[in-house]
Nanobody, 124 residues
């Protein structure tokens, strides 16, 4: 059974940092692209960042490439999202996903497996 389990969310003041983790299990993810998405109440799910499980290529949404960094630790089967200089508009539920896509510019439709999400709240 495939599981993606996010952790690391919480409440932080504007300007602060958080590191989200996504622990993956249940199958081999080589060939997959691991993505982070976020969804605020009343909004559509939004792409944040992605990284190839095999290889180092990473890709970011334009508005986040300066403040967010995606990384992975294959030995721990874990993907991370380091977020810095957080803003109130970053408040959302953040989801980890495993996506089988030819392009690293993944969309929710190209992702087969999803975690349950972790809440990030940024206060002003």
């Amino acid at each position: 059974q495939v599981q993606l389990v996010e952790s690391g969310g919480g409440l932080v003041q504007a300007g602060g940092s958080l590191r989200l983790s996504c622990a993956a299990s249940g199958r081999t993810f080589s060939g997959f692209i691991m993505g982070w998405f976020r969804q605020a109440p009343g909004e559509e799910r939004e792409f944040v960042a992605a990284i190839r499980w095999s290889g180092g290529s990473a890709y970011y949404a334009d508005s986040m490439k300066v403040r967010f960094t995606i990384s992975k630790d294959i030995t721990k089967n874990t993907v991370y999202l380091q977020m810095s200089s957080l803003k109130p508009e970053d408040t959302a539920t953040y989801y980890c996903a495993a996506c089988s896509s030819l392009t690293i510019a993944v969309t929710p439709r190209s992702c087969e497996y999803w975690g349950q999400g972790t809440q990030v709240s940024v206060s002003s």
